[in-house]
Structure formats: C-alpha cells, structure tokens
C-alpha cells in the first residue's frame, strides 16, 4: 500500500494550458505539503496544508491553486502553464509539527513544450 | 530568510571509506535537523533525524548536531556503492511545520 501516491507521474503539456496534481496519503497525518524541485535538485516549499486549513504560502505566482477536501488528500492546479513551470513536484505528508520528518510521494515531473 | 547550505559535491569515496557529509543552517532557533536521501529520478527518503547536540547513530549512519556552531553532520561507515546517490539537509524552526532544504550533496561511491 503507497503511503503517498500522487497522479500523474508524467506531465508534458504545452503552455497556456490548464492542468492538475492529485495527492493521497493513508498515513493518516494532518499536514501535506507540495514542493518544487528545480532541474538543480532544490527542494522548495510552495504550500502546506493542515487538516484542510491553509498554513503556509509562500511566493508562488497565483497561476497555482491548491485545494484540500480532505485531510487526506491535497491537490495542486496550475493555469496557463509557461515553460519556466517544468520541474519535479513532490507531495508529501507529516504528523502534527513535522517533527518525525515528512513522507514524499514519488514526484510528479512536468514538462511544459 | 532561513538558509541551509550544503557542499554540492560530487564527494567520491571508495567502497569501505567513510563519507562526510556537512551541512549548516543560519536560524539559530532551528530545532529539528533531518537528513534525506535521493536517488536519481527517485523521492527524496528519511534516513535520520536528530534534534539534541551530539551524536545519533542508526546502523552505518551517524548524525551529528552542533547547534552553538550551527552545523550538522551525517556519517557514512563501510560506504557501499548503493549509497551513492544526493543527501539533502534539511531543517525545522520550532513550532514549525516547514523543512528548509538544502541544496543536496551528490554522493558517489567508487567500487
């Protein structure tokens, strides 16, 4: 059973277009984070969410919209794609504070043509 | 705004040797200290975490935290070449829900 399983794992779109990420865990934690990893490999937080509640948000263009129905599931969808957009998105989940680390999902790679 | 940096590497050690990894953070109020593994086109996975000053030892891996000097460590025993592979560092405030990653450090273990 995959603690964290995201879908797609593969994305090539072309730009302008509309798409979405879907996130599950069945670890049962209340946190999930979405992070974006660069063609450098750095690991950058864009959104965290705690028992649905939005907590953090950092600078991301607003072209990216995340959504939580429910404390096991985050979804992340982007507008109007552009070609700076092609990265690694990685989902992932923790118990309250985040002070047993995080679990990944296995990454979603998107490529914008 | 929260840093932590890491040698980008590549660090190669042959098959036996010990590899070093460092890392160091610029909050002095960070509390939790991890370090993860990633392999190539892989997501990143937990291998330690350490929250005191000292020592914390799981297996062939050490990690080691100075929280006067700010820095943080991982210790590799007996490296095999399925340990190579990048080691990210990463780190929480307290009360925090957010991990400050590093940049990684590219790990290659030489047979």
């Known amino acids: 059973d995959t603690a964290v399983s995201q879908t797609p794992k593969y994305l090539v779109t072309q730009m302008g277009n509309d798409k979405s990420i879907k996130c599950e865990q069945n670890?049962?934690?209340?946190?999930m984070y979405w992070y974006k990893q660069d063609s450098k490999k750095f690991l950058k937080i864009m959104f965290s969410?705690?028992?649905?509640?939005?907590?953090i948000n950092e600078t991301v263009p607003n072209r990216f919209s995340p959504k939580s129905p429910d404390k096991a599931h985050l979804n992340l969808h982007i507008n109007s794609l552009e070609l700076g957009d092609s990265a690694v998105y990685f989902c992932?989940?923790?118990?309250?504070?985040?002070?047993?680390?995080?679990?990944f999902g296995s990454g979603t790679r998107l490529t914008v043509v | 705004q929260k840093e932590v940096e890491q040698n980008s590497g590549p660090l190669s050690v042959p098959e036996g040797a010990i590899a070093s990894l460092n890392c160091t953070y610029s909050?002095?109020?960070?509390?939790?200290f991890f370090w993860y593994r990633q392999y190539s086109g892989k997501s990143p996975e937990l291998i330690m975490f350490?929250?005191?000053?000292g020592d914390k030892e799981d297996g062939r891996f050490t990690a080691q935290l100075n929280k006067a000097s700010q820095y943080v460590s991982l210790l590799i025993r007996d490296s095999q070449p399925s340990d190579s592979a990048t080691y990210l560092c990463?780190?929480?405030?307290?009360?925090?829900?957010?991990?400050?990653f590093g940049k990684g450090t590219k790990l290659s273990v030489i047979p």
């Open positions: 992932a989940s923790s118990p309250p504070n985040g002070i047993y680390g995080y679990t």
């Open positions: 670890l049962g934690h209340d946190t």
């Open positions: 969410y705690n028992n649905k509640e939005l907590i």
């Open positions: 909050d002095q109020g960070s509390q939790s």
């Open positions: 350490i929250y005191s000053n």
């Open positions: 990463a780190v929480s405030g307290a009360g925090s829900y957010q991990l400050t």
